[in-house]
């Protein structure tokens, strides 16, 4: 089956710019994640999907990021304004049907650098 | 803080030997733990999985073994391959947290030829 498709791969940006990521999860998974991967560091997990419904987003701060799964397949995530700190690759996780909690695929991510 | 770390941040190891990756968490609610591979520039990959009632899970060349009482679980890799290269992260959840995960900081493995 076809991965998890991410883009762009990579983005650079000025701060106070905005940005857009985009996510095809595997067809047929219904769950969706975002996270964030600071270097060095592991993934944290911004927002949940479950279809285009939103499970959890307590970690997104949501003064400047926002995610939305319009039709539960694909779905975008936006920072506006960007910040020097922001600069972390942004990965893209789907989970299907039946499958373990723990068993998500990743997609590649998108390297973003604020400079 | 996080609730899951891990001991050391980088593992050295002759190929053909067995790789042991460590990981200590700290809360107690925690009831199912992962571990990921994450390959440079390219996303985690599931390996494993474990339920807080087993304390040892076998897979192909892995195995994951948990400590409740002092909290710590830790993957085995059974005669490490150059492709076993990566950085591992455990990772953790809790019924209460949905399928929300939380990943430790990684151990980076180096399979020297």
């Known amino acids: 089956e076809a991965g998890v498709a991410q883009s762009p791969r990579y983005k650079i940006i000025e701060k106070r710019q905005s940005v857009a990521f985009w996510c095809n999860p595997i067809?047929?998974?219904?769950?969706l994640y975002w996270y964030q991967q600071i270097l060095g560091q592991g993934p944290k997990l911004l927002i949940q999907f479950q279809n285009n419904g939103v499970v959890d987003d307590s970690q997104l701060p949501k003064d400047r990021f926002s995610a939305e799964r319009l039709k539960g397949v694909d779905s975008t995530l936006k920072i506006q304004p960007a910040k020097l700190e922001d600069s972390a690759v942004y990965l893209c996780a789907s989970r299907g049907p039946g499958r373990r909690r723990g068993e998500q695929y990743f997609g590649p991510g998108t390297r973003l650098t604020v400079t | 803080g996080e609730s899951v770390g891990l001991h050391l941040p980088t593992l050295s190891v002759q190929e053909g030997d067995n790789s042991i990756i460590n990981c200590a968490y700290s809360n107690s609610a925690s009831d199912y733990f992962i571990w990921y591979k994450q390959e440079s520039g390219k996303g985690p990959q599931f390996i494993i999985d474990?339920?807080?009632?087993?304390d040892k899970r076998q897979g192909q060349r892995v195995t994951v073994l948990l400590n409740k009482t002092v909290k710590h679980l830790s993957l085995q890799i059974a005669a490490t391959q150059p492709g076993d290269s990566a950085v591992y992260f455990c990772?953790?959840?809790?019924?209460?947290?949905?399928?929300?995960?939380?990943f430790g900081g990684g151990t980076r493995l180096m399979v020297k030829p």
């Open positions: 474990i339920r807080s009632n087993m």
């Open positions: 990772a953790e959840t809790r019924n209460n947290a949905g399928n929300m995960l939380t």
């Open positions: 067809s047929g998974h219904a769950t």
